[in-house]
């Protein structure tokens, strides 16, 4: 008998994640399989497509996990495409490309003892609580964990596809790079930045070299992550990309994440570029071939992200923090991009998923278009306008209780306050949002000012509140 599973810690907001195997374990893996199939209806006996793909990480738990996934999926009913070894976005690439739902075992950019799923409709669709995850749970706190596996009269059958050429391919044509060599230093974090980096920028997948210089940094795939850990939101996660930039007088650095669907951005200087700085050019580029088009953005982004998006003619649009959100909205809205402080980042050309891939190569090539000798620092220094904290994470208790101390303390004050997602504080010359951590015991605070010392006296007060809750 299985023991009793805390499936509200297991199954967050946007997907499944938890420590492996006290938390995540093949037997839930299995459940997953079958609950999913039996959710999005997925059986060809209910109109839907009979077949699922799915992929994993470089994480050592990943080949187990698929294989229960598959197994609990096939007595179903539904086939099984393995595709192996890739990027997060690399399995949203098989899911639109192959329209199947697709699952992606991962746990991003969390330690090493974790594990994940984050599941997907056809065409890289979100499933989050409200589109399907819910209903998993409920399945799966009914007792389908303990249950023996569906009985159908023809079970499903996993195979294998390669679909790294493809996905290498379709982004090359999404973002051509084509104008002056580059030296880029690129830090994969020994997650699987190391696996997509050589096929998609150099010529492991067998396409033409393109003219970047790449010095690789922590290629190796290994989900103990020996060097650090793979958040390059940490900024001690970026010191050793920072100094190697600067070390081999690059144009600039590269850094992403664990399963590489975030990206991070460093200057020639060694200065690590905000995301919203990069949400901005992103944004502009995209604009500039699809004039008037909506942007996303997310409520922790720089306030000089919108204020851009309009004086370029696009329409801006705020939303929550999360894929998923920003997913349906780009969806309901036809928004064209869409930017998030984490460094995600958003393309309607890319099924409305993020990519790390497709924002390292906007970069990459906003800076290849650039005349013969523009550093990255003076090409970026118009999307620049206000000073940001950087996401400060603190260790809490009781979030909610942190919380309202915060609201009270500064709703005194007559600034206003928006509770779209967390709390929001704006006195005009500074804003601050403090949200709880959907994946981690964390309260995130992200602060902005017009000038250094509007942004850390802010920052000062609303951290002492913080403290003082607990």
Same mark, same amino acid.
């Given at each position: 008998?299985?023991?009793?599973?805390?499936?509200?810690?297991?199954?967050?907001?946007?997907?499944?994640?938890?420590?492996?195997?006290?938390?995540?374990? =093949?037997?839930?893996?299995?459940?997953?399989?079958?609950?999913?199939?039996?959710?999005?209806?997925?059986?060809?006996?209910?109109?839907? @497509?009979?077949?699922?793909?799915?992929?994993?990480?470089?994480?050592?738990?990943?080949?187990?996990?698929?294989?229960?996934?598959?197994?609990?999926?096939?007595?179903?009913?539904?086939?099984?495409?393995?595709?192996?070894?890739?990027?997060?976005?690399?399995?949203?690439?098989?899911?639109?490309?192959?329209?199947?739902?697709?699952?992606?075992?991962?746990?991003?950019?969390?330690?090493?003892?974790?594990?994940?799923?984050?599941?997907?409709?056809?065409?890289?669709?979100?499933?989050?609580?409200?589109?399907?995850?819910?209903?998993?749970?409920?399945?799966?706190?009914?007792?389908?964990?303990?249950?023996?596996?569906?009985?159908?009269?023809?079970?499903?059958?996993?195979?294998?596809?390669?679909?790294?050429?493809?996905?290498?391919?379709?982004?090359?044509?999404?973002? @051509?790079?084509?104008?002056?060599?580059?030296?880029?230093?690129?830090?994969?974090?020994?997650?699987?930045?190391?696996?997509?980096?050589?096929?998609?920028?150099?010529?492991?997948?067998?396409?033409?070299?393109? @003219?970047?210089?790449?010095?690789?940094?922590?290629?190796?795939?290994?989900?103990?992550?020996?060097?650090?850990?793979?958040?390059?939101?940490?900024?001690?996660?970026?010191?050793?990309?920072?100094?190697?930039?600067?070390?081999?007088?690059?144009?600039?650095?590269?850094?992403?994440?664990?399963?590489?669907?975030?990206?991070?951005?460093?200057?020639?200087?060694?200065?690590?570029?905000?995301?919203?700085?990069?949400?901005?050019?992103?944004?502009?580029?995209?604009?500039?071939?699809?004039?008037?088009?909506?942007?996303?953005?997310?409520?922790?982004?720089?306030?000089?992200?919108?204020?851009?998006?309009?004086?370029?003619?696009?329409?801006?649009?705020?939303?929550?923090?999360?894929?998923?959100?920003?997913?349906?909205?780009?969806?309901?809205?036809?928004?064209?991009?869409?930017?998030?402080?984490?460094?995600?980042?958003?393309?309607?050309?890319?099924?409305?998923?993020?990519?790390?891939?497709?924002?390292?190569?906007?970069?990459?090539?906003?800076?290849?278009?650039?005349?013969?000798?523009?550093?990255? =620092?003076?090409?970026?220094?118009?999307?620049?306008?206000?000073?940001?904290?950087?996401?400060?994470?603190?260790?809490?208790?009781?979030?909610?209780?942190?919380?309202?101390?915060?609201?009270?303390?500064?709703?005194?004050?007559?600034?206003?306050?928006?509770?779209?997602?967390?709390?929001?504080?704006?006195?005009?010359?500074?804003?601050?949002?403090?949200?709880?951590?959907?994946?981690?015991?964390?309260?995130?605070?992200?602060?902005?000012?017009?000038?250094?010392?509007?942004?850390?006296?802010?920052?000062?007060?609303?951290?002492?509140?913080?403290?003082?809750?607990?």
């Amino acid at each position: 008998m299985t023991a009793v599973r805390d499936l509200d810690a297991l199954i967050k907001a946007y997907d499944i994640r938890g420590v492996v195997p006290q938390q995540l374990d =093949s037997d839930i893996a299995r459940a997953v399989g079958t609950a999913f199939v039996d959710v999005l209806s997925i059986t060809t006996a209910a109109g839907g @497509p009979g077949a699922v793909v799915v992929g994993h990480d470089m994480r050592p738990s990943g080949p187990d996990l698929v294989a229960a996934f598959a197994e609990g999926a096939t007595a179903a009913g539904v086939n099984v495409i393995e595709i192996g070894l890739c990027s997060t976005d690399g399995l949203y690439f098989a899911s639109g490309s192959l329209g199947l739902p697709g699952a992606m075992f991962t746990a991003s950019h969390n330690p090493a003892q974790y594990n994940g799923i984050k599941l997907c409709r056809a065409g890289a669709a979100p499933v989050g609580q409200e589109s399907g995850l819910r209903q998993i749970r409920d399945l799966l706190a009914a007792g389908l964990i303990d249950s023996p596996a569906p009985t159908v009269e023809v079970p499903g059958v996993v195979s294998q596809q390669d679909m790294l050429t493809a996905y290498a391919q379709f982004l090359r044509d999404l973002v @051509p790079l084509a104008g002056r060599s580059l030296r880029v230093v690129i830090d994969a974090g020994n997650g699987m930045g190391g696996f997509t980096v050589p096929a998609v920028l150099g010529d492991a997948a067998g396409l033409a070299p393109l @003219p970047l210089d790449i010095v690789p940094m922590y290629f190796e795939l290994d989900g103990s992550f020996p060097n650090h850990e793979a958040n390059p939101i940490e900024p001690a996660n970026l010191v050793d990309l920072q100094a190697r930039v600067v070390a081999e007088k690059a144009d600039i650095g590269l850094a992403f994440d664990g399963d590489a669907d975030r990206c991070f951005v460093v200057d020639e200087t060694g200065r690590v570029v905000n995301p919203s700085t990069l949400t901005a050019l992103i944004a502009v580029r995209e604009l500039a071939r699809n004039p008037g088009a909506t942007i996303i953005h997310n409520l922790i982004t720089s306030h000089s992200v919108p204020e851009i998006v309009t004086e370029h003619g696009g329409v801006p649009l705020r939303t929550r923090v999360g894929h998923s959100f920003i997913k349906a909205e780009m969806a309901r809205t036809g928004a064209v991009f869409g930017g998030e402080h984490s460094g995600h980042f958003y393309f309607r050309d890319f099924w409305n998923a993020d990519s790390g891939m497709l924002a390292a190569m906007h970069a990459l090539a906003a800076l290849s278009e650039a005349p013969a000798g523009t550093a990255l =620092s003076s090409l970026l220094g118009d999307y620049e306008r206000y000073v940001a904290s950087g996401e400060i994470n603190t260790v809490v208790s009781d979030a909610s209780a942190s919380v309202a101390a915060v609201r009270e303390h500064f709703g005194s004050r007559g600034y206003q306050l928006d509770e779209l997602d967390g709390l929001t504080v704006d006195a005009g010359a500074w804003w601050f949002n403090v949200r709880a951590s959907n994946t981690e015991p964390l309260l995130r605070l992200n602060v902005e000012g017009a000038t250094h010392d509007d942004m850390q006296a802010a920052r000062d007060e609303a951290l002492l509140v913080i403290g003082g809750a607990q």
